[in-house]
């Protein structure tokens, strides 16, 4: 297999959406250079049953080592899975079995296949790091746990946290970065990337290599996809576009971020060229209006998992819901047996969780029946007039007789 040394790649693969090289950017650069190829691995625990868009952006980098000739594992961490990473958390993970990470794992390659490729002349692997872990021998977890400190673990900032909170934090979880370095002795990596989140678990590999290996492994963090406030956009936080969504619902939850979130958007989960990226930073610094970017954004994210044809269909279904404000063409359906008030009928359709959701939604006149707002609690929905109810922008049922 022949190695791209192209400067231009090399150095685009180093900057872009990278927030930390280690154990240097002109190590790695050297590394990239001398047309040896490289084995890079990107760890992946199966807690949820879809791949998101926080894990697309060290896959796209991935990609980019890819397409320059290198070696890709992708790692299902289905032991360290059962475990559950500490990083960022408050609280200890509830445990999972080893049924429920397999089935959270099952459509791992087809998401991840979007990005990376798994065929051809140089495709990715996968693996399990079961395959080992659930191998080792409690002498062998000493030896290995001899390299690192209690220190060492107590600098993480959540442990930290905790302790000062007063909540326990649980021995297995000192154990789980100890865990995830030996993934990388176990594959003898060149290299690992994760998000910025997983530096504390990733660097602990690369002491890792180099006490067991005598070896160096290189470390890429990549910058991460926060919402408005600072948390990273992911499974944990509930508000994350996963590789699984509709182009509809790609598209509306671009266009949910905020205008902070369409230049980094850019950056992370596309293409376009950086200087074009610049141009559109300078004129929404001077007044011109977003929207027309973060389109542009939701075209691009949606034509990177479907086509341009889903993309352009995407962006005409949302401006006729949103923009036109016009009612969808699928919307669906539910029988009502008899006439009833508008709360109930809210709580029937599922529109409202309860009552009193019914009466807030109606409060805030986020309730229309045939396209006008319905504020009085008593108003009657007849089926037999086959009404169109709707909450907010984007939920609407049609009621049937």
Do not use: C
């Not at 059962?82 to 080893?98: E, F, L, W, Y």
């Not at 673990?153 to 100890?178: C, N, Q, S, T, W």
């Not at 290996?213 to 991460?224: D, G, N, R, Y």
Request: charge should be negative; hydrophobic fraction near 40%; avoid cysteine.
């Amino acid at each position: 297999m022949s190695i791209n040394t192209d400067n231009d790649a090399i150095q685009n693969l180093l900057t872009r959406g990278v927030e930390n090289i280690y154990p240097s950017f002109e190590f790695l650069e050297a590394r990239l250079k001398d047309g040896k190829q490289l084995t890079l691995y990107l760890g992946i625990d199966p807690t949820g049953p879809d791949l998101h868009l926080g894990h697309a952006i060290p896959l796209r980098k991935m990609a980019e080592f890819q397409k320059l000739g290198h070696k890709l594992i992708l790692l299902i961490g289905d032991f360290t899975g059962m475990i559950g990473d500490p990083t960022d958390k408050s609280a200890t993970r509830v445990r999972q079995t080893r049924e429920q990470v397999l089935t959270n794992a099952k459509n791992y390659v087809a998401q991840a296949s979007k990005i990376i490729s798994f065929e051809g002349e140089n495709p990715a692997e996968l693996k399990y790091n079961s395959d080992w872990l659930a191998k080792l021998g409690f002498s062998e977890i000493v030896e290995l746990a001899s390299n690192f400190t209690v220190q060492q673990m107590l600098e993480r900032d959540m442990f930290e946290k905790r302790i000062a909170e007063g909540k326990p934090v649980h021995l297995h979880e000192f154990l789980y970065p100890l865990m995830q370095a030996y993934d990388s002795v176990a594959m003898n990596v060149d290299g690992e990337i994760g998000g910025n989140d997983q530096t504390f678990n990733m660097l602990a590999g690369r002491d890792l290599m180099k006490a067991v290996q005598h070896k160096e492994k290189f470390v890429i963090t990549s910058k991460l996809l926060v919402d408005p406030t600072g948390k990273k956009m992911g499974k944990s936080e509930g508000n994350m576009i996963t590789l699984s969504d509709s182009p509809d619902d790609m598209f509306g939850k671009v266009m949910s971020w905020t205008d902070g979130m369409i230049i980094p958007g850019f950056e992370i989960l596309t293409d376009l060229p950086n200087g074009e990226i610049k141009e559109m930073k300078i004129a929404m610094g001077d007044g011109v209006n977003p929207r027309d970017f973060k389109v542009a954004l939701a075209k691009a994210v949606v034509s990177e998992y479907f086509d341009r044809e889903e993309a352009e269909a995407a962006t005409d279904r949302f401006n006729n819901l949103f923009q036109d404000h016009g009612v969808p063409e699928d919307v669906p359906e539910m029988k009502l047996e008899h006439a009833m008030s508008i709360v109930d009928a809210l709580v029937a359709t599922k529109l409202a969780q309860s009552k009193g959701d019914a009466r807030r939604l109606m409060d805030g006149g986020g309730v229309k029946v045939n396209e006008e707002v319905v504020s009085d609690y008593e108003f009657v929905v007849d089926p037999a007039t086959n009404p169109l109810l709707q909450k907010g922008k984007r939920h609407f049922v049609k009621i049937v007789s």
